[in-house]
Nanobody
Framework: QVQLVESGGGLVQAGGSLRLSCAVSGGFFRTYPMHWFRQAPGKEREFVSAIRASDGVTYYTDSVKGRFTIWRDNAKNTVYLQMNSLKPEDSAVYYC??????????????????WGEGTLVTVSS
């Protein structure tokens, strides 16, 4: 059974940093891309970042490019999201997600088959 468990959220001042982690169990980690999405109050869930399994190629939504970094540790079955220069508009629940059915990443919520419970990030101004 696939499980995704996020950690690392919290309260930080604008300009600060946080590192999110997502531990994956269930056996498919080394095969498929891993994703981060976020959902702010009253807004739709949106794509943040993804990383391919085969070659580590990364993808970011424009609003986080240059500030966020995604990487994966295949030995630990864990994907990370380093978030620097945080802004109040980055405040959201951050979710780890996976398609688990394709080697290609996706920025679409409806393409994800597996989700974590989410971790709350709050950036104060």
């Amino acid at each position: 059974q696939v499980q995704l468990v996020e950690s690392g959220g919290g309260l930080v001042q604008a300009g600060g940093s946080l590192r999110l982690s997502c531990a994956v169990s269930g056996g498919f980690f080394r095969t498929y891309p891993m994703h981060w999405f976020r959902q702010a109050p009253g807004k739709e869930r949106e794509f943040v970042s993804a990383i391919r399994a085969s070659d580590g190629v990364t993808y970011y939504t424009d609003s986080v490019k240059g500030r966020f970094t995604i990487w994966r540790d295949n030995a630990k079955n864990t994907v990370y999201l380093q978030m620097n220069s945080l802004k109040p508009e980055d405040s959201a629940v951050y979710y780890c997600a996976a398609r688990g059915s394709s080697i290609w990443h996706s920025d679409k919520v409806y393409d994800m088959n597996y989700w974590g419970e989410g971790t709350l990030v709050t950036v104060s101004s």
